[in-house]
């Protein structure tokens, strides 16, 4: 049987939630692709051909950290109504909180960026350039509504904005502060 795109992608994002819980419950190490298809009644072929590997699949789940940015950007872009700086912060502080207040969500995230960091940090370069990259388009749409100031050109923001927020993200996670992110 032919599956139309609307169904894979529905199969696709079906595997993504199947593999977080998972994951964020019994550990990136200790779950298998096998056992990802086998909670969702699918082959290992199935979750294969979407994302080849437990690694493909791990790179999905970081690139997703990315969306609400992504999505953002678009609606900037959409409603020039919006305050691009503003709504940054709003989504910035939204994501933080949900981060602090959800303990499953934490968990893998953590097991995320060890993963990253130690076994794939090209992909976790590219991982951070496309944040960036959509961070770069938000504060792109700041300085062209004149929100930004000159000194600041929207590709400098953006990376001194990702810096901030991901290494204050990596020592929370660490452990490594004593601080809440909410």
């Not at 819980?21 to 190490?29: D, E, P, Q």
């Not at 298809?37 to 990315?66: E, P």
């Not at 590709?155 to 660490?174: F, N, P, Q, S, V």
Request: with cysteine; proline share 3%.
């Amino acid at each position: 049987m032919r599956r139309t795109k609307e169904e894979a992608e529905q199969t696709r994002q079906a595997i993504l939630v199947a593999a977080e819980k998972l994951f964020a419950s019994r550990g990136v190490k200790e779950v298998s692709i096998g056992q990802i298809a086998g909670s969702l009644g699918l082959t290992r072929g199935a979750v294969r051909w979407h994302f080849q590997d437990k690694r493909g699949l791990l790179m999905a789940l970081l690139d997703d950290t990315g969306l609400p940015l992504q999505e953002l950007a678009g609606q900037l872009e959409l409603d020039r109504t919006l305050d691009p700086l503003d709504e940054l912060v709003k989504l910035t502080a939204r994501l933080l909180d949900e981060l602090q207040s959800d303990s499953r969500r934490r968990r893998l995230l953590q097991q995320l960026l060890h993963f990253v960091e130690a076994e794939a940090p090209e992909q976790h370069r590219a991982s951070d350039r496309k944040i960036r990259v959509a961070m770069r388009a938000v504060f792109e749409l700041a300085a062209a509504r004149g929100g930004l100031a000159r000194e600041w050109p929207p590709d400098k923001a953006a990376l001194a904005c990702h810096g901030m927020i991901a290494g204050l993200i990596r020592e929370w996670l660490r452990g490594g502060a004593d601080f809440d992110l909410g």
